[in-house]
Protein backbone atom coordinates (compact mmCIF):
# COMPACT_ATOMS: atom_id res chain seq x y z
CA UNK A 1 0.00 0.00 0.00
CA UNK A 2 1.21 3.63 -0.84
CA UNK A 3 2.21 5.73 2.15
CA UNK A 4 1.90 8.55 -0.31
CA UNK A 5 5.54 9.16 0.91
CA UNK A 6 8.47 8.39 -1.72
CA UNK A 7 9.94 5.71 0.01
CA UNK A 8 13.65 4.04 -1.10
CA UNK A 9 13.78 2.27 2.02
CA UNK A 10 13.91 -1.16 0.04
CA UNK A 11 16.74 0.16 -1.85
CA UNK A 12 18.32 1.10 2.22
CA UNK A 13 17.86 -2.10 3.53
CA UNK A 14 19.52 -4.26 0.51
CA UNK A 15 22.84 -5.72 2.41
CA UNK A 16 22.09 -3.95 5.83
CA UNK A 17 22.32 -6.39 8.88
CA UNK A 18 19.61 -5.75 11.35
CA UNK A 19 19.76 -7.18 15.04
CA UNK A 20 18.61 -10.16 15.91
CA UNK A 21 14.83 -10.50 16.90
CA UNK A 22 16.08 -11.81 20.72
CA UNK A 23 18.31 -9.46 21.33
CA UNK A 24 16.43 -6.68 19.60
CA UNK A 25 13.87 -7.72 21.94
CA UNK A 26 16.55 -7.81 25.59
CA UNK A 27 17.65 -3.98 24.68
CA UNK A 28 14.20 -2.80 24.18
CA UNK A 29 12.89 -4.51 27.94
CA UNK A 30 16.00 -3.09 29.33
CA UNK A 31 15.10 0.39 28.29
CA UNK A 32 18.37 1.00 26.28
CA UNK A 33 16.47 0.96 23.17
CA UNK A 34 14.00 3.38 23.20
CA UNK A 35 12.05 3.14 19.65
CA UNK A 36 12.82 6.67 19.07
CA UNK A 37 14.39 8.32 15.66
CA UNK A 38 17.94 9.79 16.04
CA UNK A 39 16.72 13.31 15.35
CA UNK A 40 14.24 13.37 18.54
CA UNK A 41 17.72 14.40 19.78
CA UNK A 42 17.36 17.87 17.96
CA UNK A 43 13.30 17.50 18.64
CA UNK A 44 13.59 16.91 22.95
CA UNK A 45 17.02 19.25 23.19
CA UNK A 46 14.70 22.30 21.20
CA UNK A 47 11.47 21.41 23.29
CA UNK A 48 13.23 21.45 26.39
CA UNK A 49 16.11 23.79 25.92
CA UNK A 50 14.81 26.09 22.99
CA UNK A 51 17.00 29.16 23.49
CA UNK A 52 20.07 27.28 25.16
CA UNK A 53 22.84 27.67 22.52
CA UNK A 54 23.53 24.34 20.77
CA UNK A 55 26.03 24.67 18.47
CA UNK A 56 29.06 27.49 17.95
CA UNK A 57 31.57 28.20 15.17
CA UNK A 58 34.00 31.06 14.63
CA UNK A 59 31.24 32.82 12.58
CA UNK A 60 27.72 31.95 13.43
CA UNK A 61 25.48 30.04 16.79
CA UNK A 62 22.49 28.57 16.68
CA UNK A 63 20.20 27.74 19.84
CA UNK A 64 18.41 24.65 19.49
CA UNK A 65 15.22 25.79 18.41
CA UNK A 66 17.30 27.85 15.66
CA UNK A 67 19.63 24.35 14.55
CA UNK A 68 15.97 22.62 14.43
CA UNK A 69 14.38 25.28 12.95
CA UNK A 70 17.44 25.53 10.11
CA UNK A 71 17.24 21.45 9.63
CA UNK A 72 13.68 21.37 9.02
CA UNK A 73 14.19 24.20 6.13
CA UNK A 74 16.83 22.14 4.82
CA UNK A 75 14.86 19.10 5.43
CA UNK A 76 12.27 20.39 3.10
CA UNK A 77 14.45 21.41 0.52
CA UNK A 78 15.99 17.91 0.23
CA UNK A 79 12.30 16.44 -0.29
CA UNK A 80 11.18 19.15 -2.79
CA UNK A 81 14.70 17.76 -4.85
CA UNK A 82 12.97 14.93 -5.23
CA UNK A 83 15.20 13.27 -2.11
CA UNK A 84 13.46 10.50 -0.63
CA UNK A 85 12.94 8.24 2.46
CA UNK A 86 16.08 6.15 3.33
CA UNK A 87 18.03 7.66 0.02
CA UNK A 88 21.56 7.95 1.14
CA UNK A 89 23.73 11.84 1.26
CA UNK A 90 27.50 11.54 1.28
CA UNK A 91 28.12 14.36 4.24
CA UNK A 92 31.48 15.76 3.80
CA UNK A 93 31.79 18.76 5.79
CA UNK A 94 33.93 20.55 8.12
CA UNK A 95 33.80 21.65 11.74
CA UNK A 96 31.10 24.01 12.13
CA UNK A 97 27.56 24.49 12.57
CA UNK A 98 26.97 23.61 9.17
CA UNK A 99 27.85 20.17 10.02
CA UNK A 100 24.96 19.95 12.16
CA UNK A 101 22.64 21.87 9.94
CA UNK A 102 23.23 19.41 7.44
CA UNK A 103 23.47 16.16 9.76
CA UNK A 104 19.79 16.79 10.74
CA UNK A 105 18.54 18.42 8.12
CA UNK A 106 18.93 15.14 6.25
CA UNK A 107 17.67 13.19 9.02
CA UNK A 108 14.84 15.05 9.83
CA UNK A 109 14.39 14.54 5.71
CA UNK A 110 14.06 10.99 6.31
CA UNK A 111 17.51 10.55 4.10
CA UNK A 112 20.37 8.25 5.67
CA UNK A 113 24.05 10.66 5.83
CA UNK A 114 26.98 9.50 4.90
CA UNK A 115 29.57 10.17 7.91
CA UNK A 116 32.84 10.70 5.33
CA UNK A 117 35.38 13.34 6.82
CA UNK A 118 36.82 16.17 5.38
CA UNK A 119 40.68 14.64 4.72
CA UNK A 120 38.86 11.98 2.36
CA UNK A 121 39.89 12.29 -1.13
CA UNK A 122 38.66 10.42 -4.22
CA UNK A 123 39.52 7.24 -3.57
CA UNK A 124 37.00 7.11 -0.71
CA UNK A 125 34.49 8.69 -1.66
CA UNK A 126 34.02 6.72 -4.67
CA UNK A 127 34.19 4.02 -3.12
CA UNK A 128 31.57 5.27 -0.70
CA UNK A 129 29.26 6.92 -3.34
CA UNK A 130 29.88 3.24 -4.63
CA UNK A 131 28.92 1.21 -1.94
CA UNK A 132 25.81 3.50 -0.77
CA UNK A 133 24.62 4.57 -3.93
CA UNK A 134 24.21 7.73 -2.40
CA UNK A 135 22.15 10.35 -4.83
CA UNK A 136 23.90 13.34 -3.07
CA UNK A 137 26.62 15.09 -1.43
CA UNK A 138 27.23 17.92 1.11
CA UNK A 139 30.53 19.51 0.40
CA UNK A 140 32.66 22.49 1.52
CA UNK A 141 33.78 24.53 -1.68
CA UNK A 142 36.88 24.30 -0.31
CA UNK A 143 39.42 23.28 2.24
CA UNK A 144 43.36 24.76 3.46
CA UNK A 145 43.86 25.20 -0.82
CA UNK A 146 41.97 21.70 -1.73
CA UNK A 147 38.81 22.36 -3.97
CA UNK A 148 35.87 19.68 -3.21
CA UNK A 149 34.11 20.72 -5.82
CA UNK A 150 37.02 18.98 -8.74
CA UNK A 151 36.41 15.96 -6.32
CA UNK A 152 32.33 16.49 -6.41
CA UNK A 153 32.78 16.68 -10.29
CA UNK A 154 35.25 13.52 -10.41
CA UNK A 155 32.56 11.77 -8.53
CA UNK A 156 29.32 12.89 -10.47
CA UNK A 157 31.33 11.94 -13.59
CA UNK A 158 31.95 8.61 -12.42
CA UNK A 159 28.26 7.86 -10.83
CA UNK A 160 25.56 8.73 -12.25
CA UNK A 161 23.16 7.98 -9.63
CA UNK A 162 24.48 11.01 -7.66
CA UNK A 163 22.43 13.62 -9.02
CA UNK A 164 22.68 16.36 -6.39
CA UNK A 165 26.05 18.36 -4.88
CA UNK A 166 25.21 20.93 -2.19
CA UNK A 167 27.92 23.25 -1.33
CA UNK A 168 28.56 25.31 1.54
CA UNK A 169 30.41 28.86 0.03
CA UNK A 170 31.15 29.66 -3.75
CA UNK A 171 29.21 26.41 -5.04
CA UNK A 172 30.50 26.98 -8.68
CA UNK A 173 28.52 24.76 -11.01
CA UNK A 174 26.46 23.59 -8.18
CA UNK A 175 23.67 24.06 -6.17
CA UNK A 176 24.63 26.61 -3.00
CA UNK A 177 24.06 24.91 0.32
CA UNK A 178 23.67 28.31 2.35
CA UNK A 179 20.03 28.82 -0.30
CA UNK A 180 19.33 25.76 1.48
CA UNK A 181 20.09 25.82 5.02
CA UNK A 182 18.91 29.65 4.95
CA UNK A 183 15.16 28.46 3.72
CA UNK A 184 12.88 29.28 6.17
CA UNK A 185 10.20 26.36 5.36
CA UNK A 186 8.14 24.27 7.85
CA UNK A 187 9.26 20.83 9.00
CA UNK A 188 8.73 18.13 5.62
CA UNK A 189 6.10 15.63 6.58
CA UNK A 190 7.89 12.50 6.34
CA UNK A 191 6.93 8.67 6.97
CA UNK A 192 7.36 7.12 10.41
CA UNK A 193 11.24 6.10 11.15
CA UNK A 194 11.38 2.27 11.82
CA UNK A 195 14.18 2.75 14.77
CA UNK A 196 15.76 -0.44 13.88
CA UNK A 197 16.87 1.11 10.18
CA UNK A 198 19.70 2.81 9.61
CA UNK A 199 19.70 6.15 10.63
CA UNK A 200 23.23 6.82 9.03
CA UNK A 201 26.42 4.94 7.82
CA UNK A 202 29.98 5.96 9.61
CA UNK A 203 33.09 4.70 7.76
CA UNK A 204 35.26 2.56 9.81
CA UNK A 205 38.60 3.08 10.71
CA UNK A 206 40.68 0.12 9.73
CA UNK A 207 44.02 1.03 8.11
CA UNK A 208 43.92 -1.61 5.34
CA UNK A 209 42.38 -1.49 2.52
CA UNK A 210 39.48 1.02 1.76
CA UNK A 211 37.36 2.06 4.79
CA UNK A 212 34.11 0.06 4.87
CA UNK A 213 30.42 1.46 5.75
CA UNK A 214 29.05 0.59 9.12
CA UNK A 215 24.84 1.16 9.07
CA UNK A 216 24.06 2.20 12.58
CA UNK A 217 20.82 2.80 13.43
CA UNK A 218 18.18 4.89 15.32
CA UNK A 219 17.93 2.49 18.37
CA UNK A 220 21.71 1.51 18.53
CA UNK A 221 22.96 5.25 17.92
CA UNK A 222 20.76 7.09 20.32
CA UNK A 223 21.93 4.76 22.98
CA UNK A 224 25.24 5.11 22.19
CA UNK A 225 25.01 9.23 22.56
CA UNK A 226 22.84 8.99 25.45
CA UNK A 227 24.24 6.52 27.69
CA UNK A 228 27.64 7.76 26.55
CA UNK A 229 26.56 11.38 28.47
CA UNK A 230 25.31 9.29 31.03
CA UNK A 231 28.83 7.34 31.43
CA UNK A 232 30.76 11.13 31.42
CA UNK A 233 28.76 12.34 33.87
CA UNK A 234 27.60 15.07 31.14
CA UNK A 235 24.89 17.85 31.98
CA UNK A 236 23.72 21.09 30.71
CA UNK A 237 26.95 23.04 32.17
CA UNK A 238 29.29 21.46 30.10
CA UNK A 239 30.52 22.83 26.91
CA UNK A 240 31.88 19.93 24.20
CA UNK A 241 34.69 20.79 21.65
CA UNK A 242 35.08 19.48 18.36
CA UNK A 243 38.37 19.29 17.63
CA UNK A 244 38.80 15.86 15.96
CA UNK A 245 36.42 15.45 12.63
CA UNK A 246 32.85 15.75 13.54
CA UNK A 247 32.05 12.83 11.17
CA UNK A 248 33.79 10.74 13.06
CA UNK A 249 32.16 8.48 15.94
CA UNK A 250 34.45 9.04 18.83
CA UNK A 251 33.38 13.71 18.29
CA UNK A 252 29.76 12.73 17.03
CA UNK A 253 28.52 10.73 19.62
CA UNK A 254 30.90 9.27 22.18
CA UNK A 255 29.81 11.55 23.64
CA UNK A 256 30.38 14.34 21.46
CA UNK A 257 27.87 16.74 19.64
CA UNK A 258 24.77 13.68 19.96
CA UNK A 259 25.72 13.06 23.58
CA UNK A 260 26.28 16.81 24.69
CA UNK A 261 22.73 17.56 22.69
CA UNK A 262 20.97 14.68 24.91
CA UNK A 263 21.68 16.74 28.12
CA UNK A 264 21.22 20.27 26.46
CA UNK A 265 24.95 21.04 26.45
CA UNK A 266 27.01 23.35 23.77
CA UNK A 267 28.96 22.38 20.89
CA UNK A 268 31.83 23.79 19.96
CA UNK A 269 33.39 23.33 16.60
CA UNK A 270 36.85 24.44 15.36
CA UNK A 271 38.58 23.63 12.18
CA UNK A 272 42.08 24.29 13.50
CA UNK A 273 42.65 21.86 16.81
CA UNK A 274 46.59 23.10 17.27
CA UNK A 275 47.11 24.51 20.80
CA UNK A 276 47.27 28.29 20.08
CA UNK A 277 44.02 28.49 18.61
CA UNK A 278 41.95 25.53 20.59
CA UNK A 279 43.59 26.60 24.15
CA UNK A 280 42.26 30.52 23.25
CA UNK A 281 38.95 28.82 22.43
CA UNK A 282 38.89 26.72 25.72
CA UNK A 283 39.36 29.51 27.20
CA UNK A 284 36.49 31.93 25.62
CA UNK A 285 33.84 29.28 25.68
CA UNK A 286 35.06 27.51 29.02
CA UNK A 287 35.19 24.39 27.39
CA UNK A 288 34.81 21.21 29.55
CA UNK A 289 35.07 17.72 27.61
CA UNK A 290 37.02 17.08 24.64
CA UNK A 291 38.36 13.76 23.34
CA UNK A 292 41.66 13.71 21.24
CA UNK A 293 43.62 10.79 19.38
CA UNK A 294 46.81 10.50 20.93
CA UNK A 295 49.17 12.44 18.53
CA UNK A 296 47.45 15.51 19.54
CA UNK A 297 47.09 15.09 22.98
CA UNK A 298 50.42 14.84 23.49
CA UNK A 299 50.94 18.12 21.10
CA UNK A 300 48.29 19.95 23.59
CA UNK A 301 50.56 18.92 26.79
CA UNK A 302 53.59 19.46 25.49
CA UNK A 303 52.01 23.31 24.71
CA UNK A 304 50.84 23.62 27.87
CA UNK A 305 54.92 24.43 28.67
CA UNK A 306 54.66 27.67 26.81
CA UNK A 307 51.23 28.43 26.09
CA UNK A 308 50.24 31.83 27.65
CA UNK A 309 46.65 31.15 28.38
CA UNK A 310 46.06 27.18 29.33
CA UNK A 311 43.24 25.17 29.08
CA UNK A 312 42.18 25.23 33.13
CA UNK A 313 38.63 24.79 32.36
CA UNK A 314 38.83 20.85 31.29
CA UNK A 315 37.57 18.36 33.61
CA UNK A 316 37.29 15.49 31.25
CA UNK A 317 39.37 14.71 28.13
CA UNK A 318 39.34 11.78 26.65
CA UNK A 319 42.37 10.50 24.33
CA UNK A 320 41.96 7.28 22.19
CA UNK A 321 41.96 5.75 18.47
CA UNK A 322 45.15 3.90 18.69
CA UNK A 323 48.06 2.70 21.42
CA UNK A 324 48.93 5.01 24.37
CA UNK A 325 51.25 3.79 26.35
CA UNK A 326 51.13 4.28 30.28
CA UNK A 327 54.28 7.05 29.97
CA UNK A 328 52.24 8.51 27.47
CA UNK A 329 49.39 8.42 29.40
CA UNK A 330 51.03 9.98 32.88
CA UNK A 331 52.97 12.86 30.62
CA UNK A 332 49.36 13.69 29.51
CA UNK A 333 47.70 13.15 32.92
CA UNK A 334 50.52 14.78 34.38
CA UNK A 335 50.69 17.67 31.68
CA UNK A 336 47.24 18.35 30.28
CA UNK A 337 45.04 17.46 32.91
CA UNK A 338 44.04 15.11 36.00
CA UNK A 339 40.70 14.63 33.96
CA UNK A 340 42.57 11.91 31.36
CA UNK A 341 40.11 9.59 30.28
CA UNK A 342 41.65 6.45 27.90
CA UNK A 343 38.63 5.75 25.33
CA UNK A 344 39.43 2.35 23.04
CA UNK A 345 36.50 2.84 20.96
CA UNK A 346 35.77 1.96 17.18
CA UNK A 347 32.84 2.75 14.59
CA UNK A 348 31.60 -1.03 14.15
CA UNK A 349 30.11 0.01 17.89
CA UNK A 350 31.76 -1.00 21.60
CA UNK A 351 33.13 0.84 23.72
CA UNK A 352 35.36 1.37 26.88
CA UNK A 353 36.61 3.81 28.78
CA UNK A 354 38.36 4.69 32.33
CA UNK A 355 35.62 6.55 34.48
CA UNK A 356 36.25 9.82 36.02
CA UNK A 357 37.19 8.90 39.65
CA UNK A 358 38.95 5.78 38.69
CA UNK A 359 42.73 5.18 40.17
CA UNK A 360 45.43 6.49 38.77
CA UNK A 361 46.84 2.84 38.06
CA UNK A 362 43.65 2.10 36.03
CA UNK A 363 43.61 5.72 33.89
CA UNK A 364 47.65 4.74 33.41
CA UNK A 365 47.38 1.51 32.19
CA UNK A 366 44.14 0.54 31.01
CA UNK A 367 41.95 1.53 27.90
CA UNK A 368 38.75 1.47 29.99
CA UNK A 369 36.05 -0.91 30.60
CA UNK A 370 32.86 -1.26 28.58
CA UNK A 371 30.18 1.67 28.39
CA UNK A 372 27.13 -0.91 28.66
CA UNK A 373 26.18 -3.88 30.98
CA UNK A 374 25.23 -5.84 27.73
CA UNK A 375 28.49 -5.45 26.09
CA UNK A 376 29.82 -8.90 25.39
CA UNK A 377 33.81 -9.19 25.55
CA UNK A 378 35.63 -12.73 24.70
CA UNK A 379 39.22 -12.78 24.05
CA UNK A 380 40.46 -15.65 22.01
CA UNK A 381 43.15 -17.26 20.52
CA UNK A 382 43.94 -18.07 17.16
CA UNK A 383 42.01 -20.95 16.99
CA UNK A 384 38.85 -19.27 18.13
CA UNK A 385 39.21 -20.86 21.63
CA UNK A 386 38.44 -18.92 24.67
CA UNK A 387 41.81 -17.84 26.70
CA UNK A 388 42.12 -17.92 30.32
CA UNK A 389 41.29 -14.84 32.12
CA UNK A 390 43.85 -12.41 31.80
CA UNK A 391 45.30 -14.11 28.68
CA UNK A 392 46.11 -12.33 25.71
CA UNK A 393 44.49 -12.70 22.02
CA UNK A 394 41.65 -11.43 19.79
CA UNK A 395 38.75 -9.31 21.45
CA UNK A 396 35.62 -10.42 19.82
CA UNK A 397 32.31 -8.30 21.08
CA UNK A 398 28.60 -8.27 20.60
CA UNK A 399 26.09 -5.85 22.40
CA UNK A 400 23.02 -2.91 22.62
CA UNK A 401 24.91 -0.85 19.37
CA UNK A 402 27.28 -2.92 17.77
CA UNK A 403 27.42 -3.58 14.37
CA UNK A 404 26.11 -7.15 13.37
CA UNK A 405 27.53 -6.65 9.48
CA UNK A 406 28.91 -4.09 7.40
CA UNK A 407 26.89 -2.81 4.76
CA UNK A 408 26.43 -4.22 1.46
CA UNK A 409 30.00 -6.06 2.57
CA UNK A 410 29.28 -9.63 2.23
CA UNK A 411 32.70 -11.18 1.53
CA UNK A 412 34.28 -9.58 4.82
CA UNK A 413 31.16 -10.11 6.63
CA UNK A 414 32.13 -13.81 6.65
CA UNK A 415 35.36 -13.21 7.88
CA UNK A 416 34.79 -10.47 10.58
CA UNK A 417 32.27 -11.92 12.15
CA UNK A 418 31.46 -15.55 14.51
CA UNK A 419 28.29 -17.95 13.79
CA UNK A 420 26.52 -16.59 17.23
CA UNK A 421 27.20 -12.99 15.99
CA UNK A 422 30.29 -11.35 17.79
CA UNK A 423 32.48 -8.76 15.72
CA UNK A 424 35.98 -9.88 15.47
CA UNK A 425 37.57 -6.77 16.32
CA UNK A 426 40.99 -7.74 15.18
CA UNK A 427 42.33 -5.85 18.38
CA UNK A 428 44.55 -7.90 20.29
CA UNK A 429 43.68 -7.15 24.40
CA UNK A 430 44.03 -8.88 27.51
CA UNK A 431 41.27 -8.34 30.26
CA UNK A 432 42.54 -8.29 33.54
CA UNK A 433 40.88 -10.86 35.55
CA UNK A 434 41.94 -9.93 39.53
CA UNK A 435 42.95 -6.70 41.73
CA UNK A 436 42.03 -3.08 40.77
CA UNK A 437 42.13 -3.30 37.18
CA UNK A 438 39.59 -6.34 37.09
CA UNK A 439 37.00 -6.04 34.11
CA UNK A 440 39.44 -3.30 32.33
CA UNK A 441 40.90 -3.99 28.90
CA UNK A 442 44.69 -3.59 27.98
CA UNK A 443 44.47 -2.92 24.03
CA UNK A 444 48.34 -4.60 23.39
CA UNK A 445 48.38 -4.34 19.55
CA UNK A 446 46.35 -5.69 16.16
CA UNK A 447 46.77 -9.32 15.68
CA UNK A 448 47.35 -8.80 11.94
CA UNK A 449 50.51 -5.93 12.40
CA UNK A 450 52.85 -8.80 12.43
CA UNK A 451 56.49 -8.20 10.54
CA UNK A 452 57.41 -11.88 9.03
CA UNK A 453 61.07 -11.99 8.88
CA UNK A 454 62.69 -14.95 7.98
CA UNK A 455 60.80 -17.75 9.85
CA UNK A 456 60.26 -15.31 12.48
CA UNK A 457 56.74 -13.17 13.55
CA UNK A 458 57.79 -9.89 15.19
CA UNK A 459 54.51 -7.92 16.63
CA UNK A 460 54.63 -3.90 15.58
CA UNK A 461 53.62 -3.14 18.40
CA UNK A 462 56.00 -4.68 21.35
CA UNK A 463 58.23 -3.49 19.19
CA UNK A 464 57.17 0.41 19.22
CA UNK A 465 56.64 0.23 23.02
CA UNK A 466 60.10 -0.47 23.57
CA UNK A 467 60.97 2.39 20.52
CA UNK A 468 58.70 4.74 22.68
CA UNK A 469 61.07 4.04 25.69
CA UNK A 470 64.07 5.65 23.91
CA UNK A 471 64.49 9.10 25.53
CA UNK A 472 65.29 10.63 21.78
CA UNK A 473 62.21 9.22 20.12
CA UNK A 474 58.88 10.91 19.93
CA UNK A 475 56.72 9.22 17.73
CA UNK A 476 57.50 5.76 15.92
CA UNK A 477 56.17 2.81 13.38
CA UNK A 478 57.46 -0.65 12.98
CA UNK A 479 56.68 -1.71 9.80
CA UNK A 480 57.44 -4.35 7.16
CA UNK A 481 59.89 -3.47 4.09
CA UNK A 482 60.52 -6.34 1.36
CA UNK A 483 64.05 -7.94 1.43
CA UNK A 484 64.85 -10.65 -0.87
CA UNK A 485 66.61 -13.46 1.77
CA UNK A 486 64.37 -12.58 4.91
CA UNK A 487 60.63 -12.12 3.11
CA UNK A 488 60.31 -9.25 5.34
CA UNK A 489 62.69 -7.00 7.30
CA UNK A 490 61.64 -4.77 10.18
CA UNK A 491 61.76 -0.93 9.54
CA UNK A 492 61.86 1.34 12.49
CA UNK A 493 60.50 5.13 11.23
CA UNK A 494 60.97 7.33 14.06
CA UNK A 495 60.32 10.87 14.83
CA UNK A 496 63.59 12.21 16.65
CA UNK A 497 62.93 14.40 19.93
CA UNK A 498 66.47 15.17 20.54
CA UNK A 499 69.71 14.15 18.75
CA UNK A 500 69.68 11.41 16.07
CA UNK A 501 70.86 8.20 17.07
CA UNK A 502 72.19 5.34 14.56
CA UNK A 503 70.58 2.28 14.13
CA UNK A 504 73.77 0.81 16.06
CA UNK A 505 72.33 2.80 18.96
CA UNK A 506 69.42 1.87 18.71
CA UNK A 507 69.68 -2.07 19.00
CA UNK A 508 72.05 -1.53 21.66
CA UNK A 509 69.88 0.01 23.54
CA UNK A 510 66.95 -2.87 22.58
CA UNK A 511 69.57 -5.50 23.54
CA UNK A 512 69.73 -3.56 27.17
CA UNK A 513 66.19 -4.21 27.25
CA UNK A 514 65.78 -7.72 26.50
CA UNK A 515 64.42 -7.19 22.74
CA UNK A 516 65.84 -10.74 21.37
CA UNK A 517 67.87 -10.10 17.96
CA UNK A 518 65.33 -11.52 15.31
CA UNK A 519 62.92 -8.25 16.47
CA UNK A 520 65.69 -5.98 16.29
CA UNK A 521 65.18 -3.34 13.18
CA UNK A 522 67.22 -3.90 9.81
CA UNK A 523 66.51 -0.31 8.77
CA UNK A 524 66.03 2.97 10.82
CA UNK A 525 64.64 5.67 9.17
CA UNK A 526 64.33 8.99 10.59
CA UNK A 527 60.81 11.27 9.67
CA UNK A 528 59.51 14.51 9.96
CA UNK A 529 56.69 13.42 11.04
CA UNK A 530 54.65 10.21 10.53
CA UNK A 531 51.60 10.32 7.71
CA UNK A 532 47.82 10.38 9.16
CA UNK A 533 45.00 9.15 8.47
CA UNK A 534 41.92 11.27 8.10
CA UNK A 535 41.10 11.28 11.69
CA UNK A 536 45.01 11.66 12.86
CA UNK A 537 46.31 8.21 13.58
CA UNK A 538 49.40 6.89 11.92
CA UNK A 539 49.03 5.92 8.55
CA UNK A 540 51.35 2.61 8.16
CA UNK A 541 50.24 2.36 4.68
CA UNK A 542 51.50 5.32 4.32
CA UNK A 543 54.55 5.25 5.73
CA UNK A 544 55.40 2.29 3.56
CA UNK A 545 54.77 4.37 0.58
CA UNK A 546 56.85 7.73 1.98
CA UNK A 547 59.75 5.13 2.38
CA UNK A 548 59.41 3.62 -0.48
CA UNK A 549 59.17 6.26 -2.93
CA UNK A 550 62.67 7.35 -0.93
C1 LIG B 1 38.05 4.99 17.02
O1 LIG B 1 37.31 4.41 16.05
P1 LIG B 1 37.83 3.90 14.63
O2 LIG B 1 36.69 3.19 14.02
O3 LIG B 1 38.44 5.03 13.87
O4 LIG B 1 39.02 2.89 14.92
C2 LIG B 1 38.83 1.74 15.69
C3 LIG B 1 40.14 1.03 15.96
C4 LIG B 1 40.03 -0.05 17.01
O5 LIG B 1 39.57 -1.27 16.49
C5 LIG B 1 41.46 -0.12 17.50
O6 LIG B 1 42.24 -0.85 16.59
C6 LIG B 1 41.91 1.31 17.45
O7 LIG B 1 41.11 1.95 16.49
N1 LIG B 1 41.77 1.99 18.74
C7 LIG B 1 42.64 1.86 19.77
C8 LIG B 1 42.16 2.71 20.80
N2 LIG B 1 41.03 3.31 20.35
C9 LIG B 1 40.81 2.86 19.10
N3 LIG B 1 43.76 1.12 19.92
C10 LIG B 1 44.41 1.22 21.10
N4 LIG B 1 44.01 2.00 22.11
C11 LIG B 1 42.90 2.77 22.01
N5 LIG B 1 42.50 3.55 23.03
O8 LIG B 1 39.26 5.08 16.96
C12 LIG B 1 37.28 5.52 18.18
C13 LIG B 1 35.89 5.51 18.17
C14 LIG B 1 35.19 6.00 19.25
C15 LIG B 1 35.86 6.51 20.33
C16 LIG B 1 37.24 6.54 20.35
C17 LIG B 1 37.96 6.04 19.27
Not at 172 to 184: M, Q
Not at 453 to 475: K, Q
Request: charged content about 20%.
Amino acid sequence: MSTGFESHLDDLTAGFVPFPADRADEYRRLGYWMDRPLDSILTDAAATWPDRTAVTDPNVSYTFAELLKRADGVAAALRQRGIATGDRLLLQLPNTCQFAVALFGALRAGAVPVMCLPGHRAAELSHFAGVSGAVGLIVADTIAGFDYRQLAQELVDAHPGLRHVFVDGDPGPFESWSALADLDAPAAEREPVDPNLPALLLVSGGTTGLPKLIARTHNDYLYNAVACAQACELSGDDVYLVALPAGHNFPLACPGLLGSMTVGATTVFTTDPSPESAFALIDRYKITVTGLVNALAKVWTQACEWEPVLPTSLRLVQVGGSRMTPEEARYIRDGLTPGLSQIFGMAEGMLNFTRLGDPIDVVVNTQGRPMSPHDEMRVVDEAGAEVAPGEEGELLVRGPYTLNGYYRADEANARSFSPDGFYRTGDRVRIFADGPRAGYVEVTGRIKDVIHRGGETVSASDLEEHLFAHPAIYAAAAVALPDEYLGEKICAAVVFSAAPITLAELNQFLDERGVSAHARPDVLAAMPTLPKTAVGKVDKKKVVAQLASG
